[in-house]
């Protein structure tokens, strides 16, 4: 079995280029799934190298490739260039590895925190549907009470000098991830080097970029602001109630799989709950009890405690995607 590679590869130019790191083995079937990865950080920070493990794993397990896309960050961008950004991702990696006038892969969307949203994005907005969502410490949509209510989420307010220098930064993609996923740290067939030294991993470049940008997520959210910015792309999904009207949308909504802790003190926890009660059986809802915002987030699959959650939601992922390759 080939070793995992990480190839960079610019999937689009929009004034700036943009990136996506793809993870694959030599020998992956050309046909089977892409799945494609949103880093978390609220949409105004984080970077895609941030990436958890135990996903990675589950994708080398599955011969599936993965494309961890960066995207132009709020604010200096609207939610038009982010959809505009999800769906250049979107189409790169359906054509990854293509030749010609070959159809296209189908791909599998995915994203941490905020960037489940950018994948929420390409279920509401493109065709063909994603085979599948899946969504760790996820936020689906920004239309919940939480982001609407001047919720303060730090112990003091974010006041306008604490963002200043932030606000005046051009328009970038993140550089600034909290933690790196380093293929050395895994066997060819993805199990855990137990023998890994993290401190071996190549920092990444912040090309300038404010290292605490996430504070204008807190910023953001204590202002009632994030509609403002992506309102006009984010339908919500109370659509999804209204079952004479929508069936058939809802019906054709991929199978989504929503991995939550129940202590998340960064996106209440309704944020999940509301929109996978919404979406009835369409959503599957994991919660993790005693876990906060993006737990795992640097585990791997044989790490103990607490992998029994998002063991279950690997397993729920490939039973879904199975099934929808089936039809």
């Known amino acids: 079995m080939s070793a995992l590679t990480k190839a960079t590869r610019v999937f689009a130019t929009r004034g700036i280029p943009l990136e996506c790191d793809v993870y694959q083995a030599a020998g992956y079937p050309k046909n089977s799934p892409v799945l494609l990865f949103f880093h978390s950080g609220g949409l105004v920070a984080g970077g895609r190298q941030d990436i958890p493990p135990w996903l990675v794993q589950a994708c080398v ?74 969504a760790s410490s996820g936020i689906p949509t920004f239309r919940h009470p939480f982001f609407n209510s001047s919720h303060q989420i730090s112990n003091d307010p974010v006041e306008d000098d604490d963002v200043e220098r932030i606000l005046a930064e051009p328009v970038s993609v993140g550089t600034c991830p909290s933690s790196v996923f380093d293929v050395n740290s895994l066997h060819p067939n993805g199990a855990k080097k137990r023998d890994f030294d993290p401190s071996s991993t190549v920092p990444v470049d912040r090309m300038g970029q404010h290292p605490y940008r996430g504070i204008i997520y807190d910023y953001l959210v204590q202002r009632n602001e994030y509609l403002a910015y992506v309102g006009n792309i984010d339908p919500g999904f109370d659509w999804a109630t209204n079952k004479t009207g929508n069936q058939k949308k809802l019906d054709e909504w991929p199978q989504t799989v929503m991995l939550q802790g129940d202590k998340d003190e960064d996106v209440d926890m309704d944020v999940c709950f509301s929109v996978a009660t919404k979406l009835g059986d369409r959503a599957h809802l994991i919660m993790s009890r005693g876990q906060g915002h993006r737990f795992g987030r640097e585990s791997f699959l044989e790490d103990e405690p607490g992998m029994d959650e998002i063991i279950m939601a690997v397993i729920e992922l490939e039973k879904f995607v199975q099934k929808a390759l089936a039809q």
Do not use: C
């Open 61 to 134: 397990k599955n011969k599936w490739p993965v494309v961890s896309a960066s995207y132009r960050l709020l604010p200096q961008v609207d939610g038009e260039a982010l959809l505009e950004d999800a769906k250049a991702a979107y189409e790169f990696a359906q054509r990854l590895d293509v030749d010609g006038d070959q159809p296209g892969r189908r791909v599998i969307a995915a994203g941490s925190s905020a960037g489940f949203f950018l994948a929420t994005l390409i279920a509401h907005h493109l065709t063909p549907k994603p085979l599948a969502l899946l």
